[in-house]
């Protein structure tokens, strides 16, 4: 877990700097000697907390200085205050926040300025430059050069050495504030002919809308911009493209695409990757149950499974990856327990990323974290309820609850990742434990997968249904001892259409992929892989070097 008490006990080199604050948790990476500059491409990925990799870094590099990563991944934010070129930014930034709001631990530069450490997660808080005269905000993406690194034979240097505050609201509204002051400097239809002055004014309104301006605020910006053209444009057409922004859909600059009915039957169309072997493939898959009833346990377990290998409730094989958490009912203190009682201590760095705080139905933002983290597999949203956007009482209820799940299904299905949203049941019990998930049929008609955890207060057993369209309707017998969901009984796995025919094969004897790959006309590497996912399954056996056969299964 990441603490906020630097500069306690540090010495006055980088590498004592590095050392200690790597023992934080904070990720570092090397940068050139005399220099601000990072030595090595992929800086990023690059960047680490491991204290003996430090400690490398710098019996190779001795001379060398070090940055430390600013944003979620490392709970760090710094305002970057400059006094040079006749520029003040103290001046500038004391003009917007108190001086209690930079009583931060706070490192002195070689050019007479100083980095205001806060402690942030927010994803939201990006990079920025020149927020105001003579100040910067390193937040994602960005970096700042570490205390004990030199430029010139000046060093950086702890001035103030206190516990790392966290980020004060004052300084969150002034970076919302510079958004709006930056977007309404702007001239969209500053040289755009007539022809094209809808669409600006509709990708301005966008951009107005991202940074979280209300429409009443937009509007008046917009009719500003609108009533300043040459010759003017008319508030009736600048309103209606403003409204169309505000409604605008992802959907509705998509061309429809026909198949043709013969030709899809002739397509190899590849089976449904699976997370969770038969009960989560990729797409959107939703977990409901009671408050207290274990959704949470076994969401992080399912969570350490796939990022560190192995079985979910003993029996299942995961598929293993990148995993992120949106936990947002939980705290760090609670989460670091759950980890170690799940017996987490294993995971590598990198392999599960949890956040406890996350702006409501931003998938815009969700999309931004997956493309820096390749190899996802899992995504995990702890609770639907935390996620989502209120609903008005005079809403759509069911086209709200349908959008809102359909906003995480396209993020699933445009990356090949399953996103697994915890939700809760209703307390009208029900035949079918379906209907009993809260909302309305809008979060089950979008969902891909459906787990309903039926488990009555404080009782040590449990039935998980499982239903998709890409999964059998099945029920699980499970039980909760301690913190761990196990399956009772024995488990066994249908074949598929295409395990069917391998079994179908194998019955006239034993095979190596090679031929099988022949008769079913596929990749060897393809039909290897499934093979051994066979043999995990105890549906065949492996009876010599490469060579497979059959235990008998029934077809």
């Not at 400059?82 to 631990?105: C, F, M, P, R």
Request: net charge neutral.
């Amino acid at each position: 877990m990441l603490s906020n008490n630097l500069g306690a006990g540090t010495g006055d080199t980088a590498l004592e700097h590095a050392i200690f604050h790597a023992k934080q948790g904070k990720k570092i990476f090397r940068l050139k000697t005399n220099s601000k500059e990072p030595a090595e491409s992929g800086w990023q990925q690059k960047a680490t907390s491991d204290e003996q990799t430090v400690k490398a870094m710098f019996n190779k590099h001795p001379d060398s200085n070090y940055g430390i990563l600013t944003g979620p991944d490392n709970g760090l934010v710094v305002l970057d205050i400059d006094e040079k070129n006749d520029v003040s930014g103290s001046a500038s930034i004391i003009k917007h926040i108190s001086d209690a709001d930079l009583d931060t631990y706070t490192v002195s530069t070689p050019s007479d300025g100083r980095h205001c450490y806060y402690v942030s997660f927010d994803p939201s808080l990006k990079n920025r430059t020149a927020m105001l005269p003579g100040v910067d905000f390193r937040g994602r993406g960005g970096y700042i050069v570490g205390p004990g690194s030199k430029i010139n034979g000046k060093a950086y240097k702890v001035i103030t050495d206190k516990p790392v505050m966290q980020l004060p609201q004052s300084i969150v509204q002034l970076i919302a504030q510079k958004k709006v002051v930056q977007l309404a400097a702007q001239s969209p239809l500053a040289g755009v002919n007539q022809g094209g002055r809808d669409d600006a004014i509709f990708k301005y309104a966008r951009s107005l809308l991202k940074v979280g301006l209300s429409h009443p605020e937009a509007a008046t910006l917009v009719l500003t911009k609108a009533g300043n053209c040459i010759p003017p444009f008319p508030e009736e057409q600048a309103l209606k493209c403003l409204n169309s922004a505000w409604n605008y859909k992802a959907d509705n600059i998509l061309s429809p695409k026909a198949v043709d009915g013969a030709a899809l039957l002739a397509m190899e169309i590849p089976e449904p990757e699976w997370v969770v072997e038969s009960i989560l493939p990729v797409g959107l898959g939703l977990l409901a149950g009671k408050p207290k009833a274990g959704k949470s346990w076994m969401s992080l377990s399912l969570a350490v499974r796939v990022a560190s290998g192995g079985y979910l409730f003993d029996t299942h094989p995961v598929s293993s990856g990148v995993v992120t958490v949106l936990a947002l009912e939980d705290t760090r203190h609670r989460l670091k327990s759950r980890l170690l009682d799940l017996g987490a201590t294993g995971l590598s760095a990198g392999g599960l990323q949890i956040f406890t705080e996350w702006p409501r139905s931003n998938t815009d933002l969700l999309e931004e974290h997956l493309e820096s983290r390749t190899g996802t597999k899992l995504v995990i949203v702890d609770t639907h309820a935390k996620f989502r956007h209120s609903a008005k009482s005079n809403a759509d209820l069911y086209g709200k609850d349908y959008e809102d799940i359909s906003k995480l299904k396209k993020v699933a299905d445009k990356y090949s990742i399953a996103i697994l949203v915890l939700h809760h049941l209703r307390k009208a019990k029900s035949d079918d434990p379906f209907e009993m998930i809260n909302g309305t049929g809008g979060i089950t008609g979008a969902a891909d997968t459906l787990w309903v955890l039926d488990r009555a207060p404080s009782a040590p057993t449990a039935n998980l249904f499982v239903r998709g369209r890409d999964v059998e309707d099945q029920t699980l017998s499970l039980q909760f001892e301690g913190c761990h969901w196990t399956q009772i009984g024995e488990f066994e796995y249908k074949p598929n259409a295409t395990e069917l025919k391998y079994l179908s094969l194998l019955k006239t004897g034993p095979l190596s992929p090679k031929q099988l790959a022949e008769s079913v006309q596929d990749e060897v590497q393809v039909v290897t892989k499934r093979l051994q996912r066979m043999v995990e399954k105890g549906m065949i056996t492996k009876v010599g070097h490469g060579v497979y056969s059959c235990l008998g299964v029934v077809l």
